[in-house]
């Protein structure tokens, strides 16, 4: 089965870092872009990141720029997301999923019937 699994989430304080994990199998990482979707309860899900897996390079949402990774790892079929001084509004299930190679016009505009791909999400908690 072709299939993303999330790993990496948690407690952390305000101000802390956690770096989130996405591991594809059965199909080949390299070949799509990579999103990741933070689902906020009561709000709809937001693109965090699109990393492209082309010379497009990497969206951002605003309220991320900065704080916020998103990088291939050594492992070809692995996808991170590094989040540096979290916050509170940083909050919810992040998801991974895939884009088409060579877009992320679905995944900038958080439009989700766009993605190829889903993980079933990890849950990050960023309190005191």
């Known amino acids: 089965q072709e299939q993303l699994v999330e790993s990496g989430g948690g407690l952390v304080q305000p101000g802390g870092s956690l770096t989130l994990s996405c591991v594809a199998s059965g199909f080949n990482l390299d070949d799509y872009t990579v999103a990741w979707f933070r689902q906020v309860p009561g709000k709809g899900r937001e693109a965090v990141s699109c990393m492209n897996n082309d010379d497009g390079g990497t969206f951002y949402t605003d309220s991320v720029k900065g704080r916020f990774t998103a990088s291939r790892g050594t492992a070809k079929n692995t996808a991170y997301l590094q989040m540096n001084n979290l916050q509170p509004e940083d909050t919810g299930e992040y998801v991974c999923?895939?884009?088409?190679?060579?877009?992320?016009?679905?995944?900038?505009?958080?439009?989700?019937?766009?993605?190829?791909?889903w993980g079933k999400g990890i849950s990050v908690t960023v309190s005191w």
């Open positions: 999923a895939t884009e088409g190679g060579g877009s992320s016009f679905y995944c900038r505009n958080s439009l989700t019937h766009g993605m190829r791909h």
